[in-house]
């Protein structure tokens, strides 16, 4: 079965310095691995997403995440908070094959949410 | 860049009445999904729709809620009588491939009184 685990269901960084919003995965497949962030009364935007590629994904506004298998780990990182990243941050995990297998459904985590003080 | 377009953005309803539930999904995608979030909960997946027809579903899926596409554009998802814990947030998503990720419009809130 997969699962996600949001190790923090909050975080709070000032701004400029470094963001670490952690997420640990257990899927029997090749997972394909996503963040999505939710500004308030927003929908959900992709940030990046892994799909058995280059282990060090690259995304939107700055944010980076490491493919760590040998830890089960998929954490989101950005080097310097701004205050416009303050969002609630969902890791989620698809359970496909890496060449795109069946069309699984999402398994989103509990949820980060991210908090920037000036 | 392409948007997946849920309307109305918030639904206030009876309990006991039927609603329905719009989204457009990006136009060249295959693949349509509803999610919903009760509040201060996780985000779950309710159906997964391709070919015209339901592909996945959950148990929260029962026979009170059902998707349509009804004229090749729209996707609707459509509670036939709502019940109080029906409140939530509801996503609707599509995609090209779904390890392409997944493309969210930005929700319907529905609050059943």
């Known amino acids: 079965a997969q699962s996600v685990t949001q190790l923090d269901s909050h975080v709070s960084v000032s701004e400029g310095t470094p963001v670490l919003l952690r997420c640990n995965y257990s899927s029997s497949y090749s997972p394909s691995l996503f963040w999505y962030v939710q500004h308030p009364n927003k929908g959900l935007q992709l940030l990046l997403k892994y799909t058995s590629a280059a282990t060090l994904v690259k995304g939107i506004n700055g944010f980076e995440a490491e493919f760590k298998k040998s830890e089960t780990s998929f954490h989101l990182t950005k080097p310097s908070a701004h205050m416009s990243d303050a969002a609630e941050y969902f890791c989620v995990v698809s359970p496909l094959t890496n060449y795109g297998g069946s069309q699984g459904n999402l398994i989103f985590g509990k949820g980060t949410k991210l908090s920037v003080k000036p | 860049e392409p948007e997946v377009t849920q309307t109305p953005s918030h639904q206030v309803t009876q309990m006991g009445q039927e609603v329905i539930l719009r989204c457009v999904p990006i136009?060249?995608?295959?693949?349509f999904y509803w999610y919903r979030q009760i509040l201060g909960q996780k985000v779950e997946f309710l159906v997964s729709f391709y070919n015209n027809e339901i592909s996945e579903k959950s148990e929260i899926f029962d026979d009170q809620f059902s998707v349509e596409r009804p004229d090749g554009s729209n996707f609707t998802l459509k509670i036939r009588s709502t019940k109080l814990e029906d409140s939530a947030m509801y996503f609707c998503a599509s995609s090209e491939k779904a390890i392409y990720g997944y493309t969210f419009g930005s929700g319907t809130r529905l609050t059943v009184v």
């Open positions: 136009s060249n995608h295959l693949y």
